[in-house]
């Protein structure tokens, strides 16, 4: 419930706010006398602004247009090459078993030249040893024991 004081504070208020008013309505009548001004500079900034666009939307439009087209080109060559990669990727497929085979072989045929080899030397110094007088002669025409 309001009591006596709480009414008097209302009225006091009120009575401070109705005193105020002829202010108030002052910065309101000066702030609206301003708007007119303020629209017709926004009108002018937006022109301009306009004006730009309209000078810089076509080139921007043709530079999007050879981006685009540069960006297609780009992606054909990216999937040409993804073609030629998987073909690729195929042909190695098939040839790597014979490859691996060859080299298997390759790789036999190396231990046998080497078992080979190695026999055959010992098959000559084994024929060395046993000629006599072999050693000395070889000695004797070996140019890097001079």
Sequence with gaps: MLGLGDITDWGYRVADEVARLPGV??????????VPEQIESLVAAL???????????PELTRAIAAMEERLEHVDHLASDLAVDLTRTVASLERVLPEVTNAIGGMDGRVKNLDTTIASLGNLVFGLIDAIPGARRVLRRTDPTSE
């Design 25 to 34: 309505l002052y910065g309101v009548r000066v702030a609206l006398a301003r």
């Design 47 to 57: 022109e301009q602004t306009t004006v730009a666009l309209e000078r810089a939307l």
